[in-house]
């Protein structure tokens, strides 16, 4: 599948907070388009990167977003770890894999994954065996909250507190600490997700990589863990809680339960992205493992209103599109829709991790894809 079109992203080159010699346009891991303002994070980050979508050029094959502007996430969540370690050069990141909005509120979720040190070229085999070792979790990735939108110029901005027609609104996250939140802690009784929270990420473990609003609730797709070539989606709900700037879970349906499970048989993949359509969720779905691919966009009809926990087998996913990636780079890791030339969403935005070099223009400017969605997927 070859795009149908391209968005170029300018990035401030001075606004790249990361490790040495990384740039905010290496590793996008998350996409949400509204109206003419984009919303893009990097997961070595603890920032929001706003840019403002232009008009396409004179040949309507590529569209710009420019005007980069950065949302630092402590000016508007308690976050429980500084942004910085012991040196400018040590990010404590929130890995931020997931963006979504109701119209109120930018509802954002970190990975709450462990991570395993990797091994350098020129390690001995003791050092190389030291660092396989190294696990270890970064608080900040424990983050799911929210932050007002408001509109600003023909676009939308972030506010700490916005005060509406009928109610104020707050920033606010699920309350927790630097160890966990609410939701890990209840988790770790789940008899399918409780033995993967002490696993890594990137090993099968415990790893949210996608994030869209169902009505009240939340729907969180998790990379991983597959369990038997299956993925899943958490249903929660949140409401404040009595401290303010925190958030507790709510019950998901009359029985009280304080969250739902969702299964879906994607053939092994985890899920790297969700973005709703009308009623129904697209699913980016992607290896879990360290792999290039394959990767393919999925539809989960009726998903944004589930009345029970739901064990969808593949035939009842719809393939809507494949996707190509490279070796090495190029993974698609965060989608939104985005206008066709009739301005109706019939298109999907896809950014990604791991940019090849061929994708960077200059010192700050990103290739990105958009697809037309096919009217009619097909099962598989």
């Known amino acids: ?45 603890v920032s929001l990167e706003r840019l403002t979508l232009c008009e396409a050029d004179s040949t309507g094959r590529s569209s710009f977003a420019r005007e980069h502007r950065q949302y630092a996430l402590h000016d508007y969540l308690p976050l429980p770890l500084p942004p910085h370690g012991e040196t400018r050069d040590d990010i404590n990141e929130a890995d931020i894999e997931g963006l979504a909005c ?9 990975s709450h994954s462990l991570r395993r040190r990797q091994p350098k070229e020129g390690d001995g085999v003791r050092k190389a065996q030291r660092r396989l070792a190294s696990v270890s979790a970064d608080g900040n990735r424990y983050l799911l ?15 700490r507190e916005h005060a509406g027609k009928n109610r104020l609104r707050r920033a606010a996250m699920l309350r927790g600490d630097e160890h966990g939140k609410e939701l890990t802690a209840l988790l770790r009784e789940d008899p399918h997700l409780g033995p993967f929270l002490s696993i890594p990420g ?30 899943l989606v958490i249903e929660v709900a949140l409401v404040d809680d009595e401290e303010e700037g925190r958030l507790r879970l709510a019950p998901v ?37 360290d792999l290039d691919g394959p990767v393919r966009v999925l539809r ?13 087998h593949a035939h009842q996913l719809e393939t809507v599109l494949e996707l190509p990636f490279g070796q090495g780079v190029d993974h698609p890791e965060g989608m939104s829709l985005f206008p066709g ?13 791991s940019a090849s070099p061929s994708r960077q ?20």
């Open 361 to 380: 223009i200059g010192d700050s400017t990103l290739v990105a894809d958009v697809y037309a969605i096919p009217r009619k997927g097909r099962t598989r």
């Open 1 to 45: 599948m070859h795009p149908s079109n391209i968005v170029l992203l300018e990035f401030h080159p001075e606004r790249d907070d990361l490790s040495p010699g990384k740039e905010l346009r290496d590793g996008l891991s998350v996409a949400l388009r509204m109206g003419r303002t984009l919303w893009l994070a990097n997961d070595e980050s």
């Open 300 to 312: 989960w009809r009726g998903g944004t209103a589930p009345r029970e926990e739901a064990v969808l």
């Open 102 to 110: 109701d119209g109120k509120y930018l509802w954002i979720a970190g």
């Open 341 to 353: 030339k009739d301005g109706k969403e019939t298109e999907l935005l896809v950014v990604h991790d």
């Open 202 to 231: 990137k090993d099968n473990g415990f790893d949210i990589e996608g994030l869209a609003v169902a009505g009240e609730h939340l729907l969180l797709g998790l990379r991983g863990p597959v369990l038997r070539g299956w993925a």
């Open 145 to 159: 909250g929210r932050i007002p939108v408001v509109e600003e110029d023909g676009g939308y901005t972030l506010a």
């Open 253 to 289: 349906d009359k029985e009280g339960l304080l969250y739902r499970k969702h299964f879906l048989d994607l053939h092994g993949l985890g899920i790297r992205d969700l973005c709703v359509q009308g009623k129904d969720v697209l699913v980016l779905a992607g290896p879990t493992m």
